[in-house]
């Protein structure tokens, strides 16, 4: 490694650790809000101010484990979780015994204790290095009664060689520390703030449970729901067409002519069957998405929307076919709870793939600008809304079927709009 390059080095390892320091009065902050908070929990009353202080300790501790994770170019395994809505006294009391919680408070005191340190040697060393060397030679400036001072009074040249060499040393300490430090402290910060490999393996494991269970939920409503459209569909009308057969074989027997009719009659249920069948296909999964792709098939979608539709597809990557058809299902949900409940003028639809240190996630948005209150809970719960985009259960299907590919569901809809849903549907499931 050429010198300049080593040099750089250095520097960023400076930024990084003056950066921390920096962000040590936020540390410090929190840490005094939970002190004064701490004897109000036992009454209960300290309860409330519970998710806004864990919701800041955890997008603050978030955000130093991104930093850590740049600075030292590690890869986070894991998704943090995300504090939203409201909760109970036991659901907060929950919260506060969480292992994320026990982790966030301990990354806390650590980066309070040695956040600010660390930056106030990473400042200092360099500092001293130059002072002394370059101060040290102008100790003939200083008259005897009043000599210059660093470590010691220098009144001679060998004074100023003995500073300018105990400069040097805190040069070649910044040099050798400043690396270790901010190595250490990165790596503190990625330890402290990951879960236990044991935590991870269950998380992991319940992740797939769930998983797996809404994959069979999704798996079983799809076999009822394709099931109900042959039976009330296809198989009636197919039926007619024997009946109608049957009719016109009587009828030929004793007179041809009136048997015409229930021909006619057959031939067009025998279409209408037929249609039926294409559509349970269809169903099952798109032909157009073989033909023209995710983008294609969504354009098709959005064209045939009653309400006025954009759709963006920049920076949209092939997935496969299983995610690009729940995709596409999910999107024709929306578009239909939309244009069914919204009350909306315009609907904009943007698929893309965003790419993370894990794997690439299809993420499908569709906002509208109508009267909003839209949930995802199912149909008569306590939380459906009279009159909103999720009527039914078009928001909790969509729901449903991201949970089976270890995707979910981001819903903002309050009341009087906008609607914003966002489905993320990891594609190496």
Known sequence: MRLPDRARTRIRDAVYLVREGGYWLVSLSLLTAGVVLLPFL???????????????????AARAQDRAATFSSAVIPFDRRRLTGRYSFAE????????????????????????????????????????????????????????????????????????????????????????????????????????????????????LSAARASALAAHAAELRRIERELHDGAQNRLVGVVMMLGLAQRAAETDPAAAVPFIGRAQDAATEALAGLRAAVHDIYPPVLDELGLGGAASALTSRSPIPTSLNVNGLLRAPAAVESAAYFVLAEALTNAAKHSGASRIDVVLRTETTSREDVL???????????????????????????????????????????????????????????????????
């Open 92 to 207: 907060l009391a929950a919260l506060l015994s969480a292992p994320e919680t026990k982790r966030d408070l301990s990354w806390l005191l650590f980066h309070g204790a040695f956040a600010v340190l660390a930056a106030l040697l990473t400042l200092a060393l360099p500092f001293g290095a130059v002072l002394y060397v370059v101060a040290a030679p102008l100790w003939q400036l200083f008259p005897p009664e009043a000599p210059l001072e660093l470590t010691i009074f220098v009144r001679n040249w060998g004074d100023a060689f003995l500073m300018m060499l105990l400069g040097g040393v805190y040069a070649a300490a910044t040099w050798v520390l400043l690396p270790w430090l901010a190595r250490r402290f990165s790596g503190a910060t990625l330890a402290i703030l990951s879960p236990r490999r044991y935590a991870d393996l269950a998380r992991r494991i319940s992740d």
């Open 363 to 429: 993420v499908i948005l569709v906002n509208d600008d109508g009267r909003g209150g839209a949930t995802a809970a199912p149909a008569g719960g306590a939380q459906a809304p009279a009159d909103a985009n999720g009527s039914g259960t078009g928001l909790a299907g969509i729901a449903r079927r991201a949970a089976a590919f270890g995707g979910r569901l981001l819903l903002s809809s309050p009341d009087g709009g906008p609607t914003n849903i966002r489905v993320e549907l990891p594609c190496a499931f």
């Open 42 to 60: 036992p009454l209960g009353i300290g309860l409330y101010a519970v998710p806004t202080l864990l919701d800041v300790l955890d997008r603050f």
